[in-house]
């Protein structure tokens, strides 16, 4: 088991930059893929990105791609995400989850984080 607890979330003007990092207790993070999914109100839960447990493999949603960036860093038990150009569509509480299988669908994800907003004002 894996519990993870996310931090870096704020307000921040659109262009602006957050980097958003998932600290994960236990000493298995590395054999986890782990993803970030973003819920904004009134929506579902959209992913937006994940990384293989070495990182060798990243998946990103089309509607990131080229701001964002996801990282992990295996001797901190800590996963990041860089995001850079950000706008008003971008606001939501952002989870970190950690899997079974790298992907970009929910259900692949067994552990959860309680999540950090993040708030981009036009």
């Known amino acids: 088991q894996v519990q993870l607890v996310e931090s870096g979330g704020g307000l921040v003007q659109a262009g602006g930059s957050l980097r958003l990092s998932c600290a994960a207790s236990?000493?298995?993070?590395?054999?986890?893929?782990m993803g970030w999914f973003r819920q904004a109100p009134g929506k579902e839960r959209e992913f937006v990105a994940a990384?293989?447990?070495?990182?060798?493999?990243?998946y990103y949603a089309d509607s990131v791609k080229g701001r964002f960036t996801i990282s992990r860093d295996n001797a901190e038990n800590t996963v990041y995400l860089q995001m850079n150009s950000l706008k008003p569509e971008d606001t939501a509480v952002y989870y970190c989850?950690?899997?079974?299988?790298?992907?970009?669908?929910?259900?692949?994800?067994?552990?959860w984080g309680q999540g950090t907003q993040v708030t981009v004002s036009s």
């Open positions: 989850a950690a899997g079974s299988l790298t992907g970009r669908a929910a259900y692949l994800y067994d552990y």
């Open positions: 236990g000493r298995t993070f590395s054999s986890y893929p």
């Open positions: 990384i293989s447990r070495s990182g060798g493999n990243i």
